[in-house]
């Protein structure tokens, strides 16, 4: 029980920073939160990191950045692919690796956009 109130914890404030510090989509933040210090690099429009994708998931665009959010909250996250908007869901992946490692798998993706960690 105590796990999950501290994970609770911890996701509220990462959702509170989210909301009211990272910038939408293009400046780099760097947030250290619930013990991880991370650092969001440039967007790059219209590509996504290919093969490395550790979760695929579809979140509610009603808080600013979700996808960075989770990422934050994810030990293994090093970058991110944005897909396009549908309803009032967006398109979020978390890759274990980034376009620096692997940069023959940062690829054009339509609609797409990537955001790696330093």
């Not at 665009?61 to 549908?86: K, L, W, Y």
């Amino acid at each position: 029980m105590k796990t999950l109130f501290l994970s609770t914890v911890c996701a509220l404030v990462v959702v509170l920073l989210a909301r009211d510090n990272w910038s939408h989509y293009g400046a780099v933040a760097t947030h250290d939160v619930c013990g991880r210090h991370v650092k969001f690099t440039a967007v790059i429009k219209g590509y996504a990191l290919y093969g490395h994708v550790i979760q695929n998931l579809t979140l509610p665009v009603d808080i600013q950045d979700p996808c960075r959010t989770q990422c934050v909250m994810e030990s293994r996250c090093v970058a991110i692919n944005i897909g396009p908007h549908f309803g009032d869901h967006i398109i979020c992946e978390l890759s274990d690796s980034d376009g620096t490692e692997y940069p023959q798998d940062l690829k054009p993706r339509n609609d797409f956009i990537y955001i790696g960690t330093e």
